[in-house]
């Protein structure tokens, strides 16, 4: 069983920046990706970026260029730098990770909220 405890989200002003880590306990699956997503109400939950264990990195679209993910494998780890917040960053925060057969855990999310 994977569990998985996420922090640092909360309420910044628009052009603030936050940053979120996700901690996995238990058994995962190192060489898949630990990413990412959000779900803001009214909406399909998104990628916001994911890394796999030897660094490479993916972005969704509306957060290249002012976030950064990245990953301490000893501590099973990871980590979203958020910068330049906007309103449109508002949204629930999911960590994503996979145990040692596949099978995909999620956090129970942490709120992001960005005032204009």
């Known amino acids: 069983q994977v569990q998985l405890v996420e922090s640092g989200g909360g309420l910044v002003q628009a052009g603030g920046s936050l940053r979120l880590s996700c901690t996995a306990s238990?058994?995962?699956?190192?060489?898949?990706?630990m990413g990412w997503y959000r779900q803001a109400p009214g909406k399909q939950r998104e990628l916001v970026a994911n890394?796999?264990?030897?660094?490479?990195?993916n972005y969704g679209d509306s957060v290249k260029g002012r976030f950064t993910i990245s990953r301490d494998n000893a501590k099973n780890t990871v980590y979203l730098q958020m910068n330049s917040l906007k309103p449109e960053d508002t949204a629930v925060y999911y960590c994503?990770?996979?145990?040692?057969?596949?099978?995909?855990?999620w956090g129970q999310g942490t709120q992001v909220t960005v005032s204009s």
């Open positions: 890394i796999i264990s030897g660094g490479s990195t």
């Open positions: 238990g058994s995962i699956f190192s060489s898949k990706p």
């Open positions: 994503n990770v996979f145990n040692r057969w596949g099978v995909p855990f």
